[in-house]
């Protein structure tokens, strides 16, 4: 395997595995996701203060993600030998000014700036952070630590914009940005603290990324990951307008829905998560087939506040386990070459949050909140095809070993 010399695992003194590490890239993960989606919570204040639309303060992800998208899978070629934890921190830092910037953008074209700040640090954060689980811990851990790491990004998926919400509510929109910026701060603070020094002793070359790419396994992946991202951000982007306007919803119950919506998600991330390592085709149908039916479900469900939130724990947990069992599936495809597809399951992931906010943002100006839920449903429905009539296998040039089998689900 190319670099096996840069992803020796890094072990404490008595040779067991240093997990202090992990969690500090989980918090950074984590922090970044926090960031960069919680304008999904804030859109009808943000619009308001900036005196624009629903639609194009939504953008703002769209304009996040595109950046990421682009940045992420040649992160790891385009940083060459760099310390990749002097570099962590470094983007950590510029995403903190980045959410800076947001908290006190007076008008959009600050805030569009700021959001392309942000994505560039989203995308070398992402870009290093996928495939550093090998690299920090090995043998039959390293499947918990990507866990650990991707859980970051589950968590904020599913918490970090409730919690937003909520402090907006009591403080206003920017201080959310403000507290934004100094937890990016805290977290590369302890980036500097856990992480030992992370140097590469040999070049990553883009042809491994093109070489991942030929992996059936890899590529059904990626189209999976790409249509339940895209999907979920057409809905989920535009769920304040829905529960405002259809149901009638105050501020304070929209929080304090997202929030219950966020607990979910954290308990399908420790579900589906730990299921995906050994089930990882099922693990991949049940959060497709999850988010499919709540999205369908919510717009009709409007009529009571019960009802709503069914829909939505639905939504959050199967929602909640849709980065690990995506990501395990791009993995398992292509062991041989983790660093490579985790960067391009990265850059997917961000290309198709961009896409989904932008998606969401016509619909909803054009046809309104229910049509913009049932184009979600339809596009995480074709996700679900995708996964049921393909597997992820793990790229084997010869032949097949039975122990292969039990994990090729």
Not at 211 to 219: I, K
Request: proline share 5%.
């Amino acid at each position: 395997m190319k670099n096996a010399e840069a992803l020796t695992p890094l072990t404490a003194d008595n040779g067991t595995p240093r997990w202090s590490p992990v969690i500090a890239v989980a918090l950074s993960t984590f922090t970044v996701v926090s960031s960069e989606m919680m304008p999904v919570g804030l859109l009808t204040p943000m619009s308001e203060a900036l005196s624009v639309s629903a639609g194009l303060t939504g953008l703002s992800l769209t304009i996040t993600g595109v950046v990421a998208a682009a940045v992420s899978p040649f992160v790891p070629a385009f940083i060459g030998l760099r310390d990749r934890k002097g570099v962590l921190v470094a983007f950590m830092v510029l995403l903190s000014l980045a959410n800076a910037l947001t908290a006190i953008a007076p008008n959009f074209p600050v805030l569009a700036f700021s959001r392309i700040l942000l994505g560039i640090a989203m995308g070398v954060v992402w870009g290093l952070a996928a495939g550093l689980g090998p690299r920090l811990v090995g043998g039959p851990r390293v499947t918990l630590a990507t866990t650990l790491i991707f859980s970051g990004v589950s968590i904020a998926s599913v918490l970090g914009v409730p919690l937003g919400t909520l402090l907006a509510a009591l403080l206003g929109w920017r201080a959310t940005f403000w507290a934004l910026a100094l937890v990016g701060v805290v977290a590369a603070g302890v980036l500097v603290l856990t992480l030992p020094a992370l140097p590469v002793h040999q070049r990553i070359r883009l042809d491994g990324t093109v070489d991942a790419l030929r992996s059936r396994g890899v590529a059904a992946g990626l189209a999976i990951t790409g249509l339940i991202v895209l999907g979920h951000f057409t809905g989920y982007t535009y769920v304040r307008p829905v529960l405002e306007l259809d149901a009638g919803m105050s501020a304070g119950l929209i929080a304090s829905c997202l929030l219950v919506y966020g607990l979910a998600g954290v308990a399908g991330n420790f579900t589906l998560g730990p299921l995906a390592g050994r089930y990882t085709k099922e693990a991949v149908t049940t959060a497709l087939a999850g988010v499919t039916l709540a999205a369908a479900l919510l717009p009709f469900a409007t009529a009571s506040t019960v009802t709503v939130l069914i829909a939505l724990v639905l939504w959050g947990v199967s929602y909640g386990g849709v980065s690990v069992s995506t990501q395990t599936w791009v993995r398992t495809a292509d062991p041989a070459r983790t660093e490579a597809s985790a960067a391009l399951w990265a850059g997917v992931f961000n290309a198709s949050i961009a896409l989904g906010a932008f998606a969401g943002g016509l619909v909803i100006d054009r046809a309104g909140n229910r049509a913009v839920l049932l184009s979600a449903a339809l596009i995480t429905a074709a996700g679900l095809i995708i996964a049921v009539v393909s597997r992820p296998r793990p790229k084997a040039p010869h032949a097949r070993r039975p122990e292969m089998d039990a994990t090729d689900h």
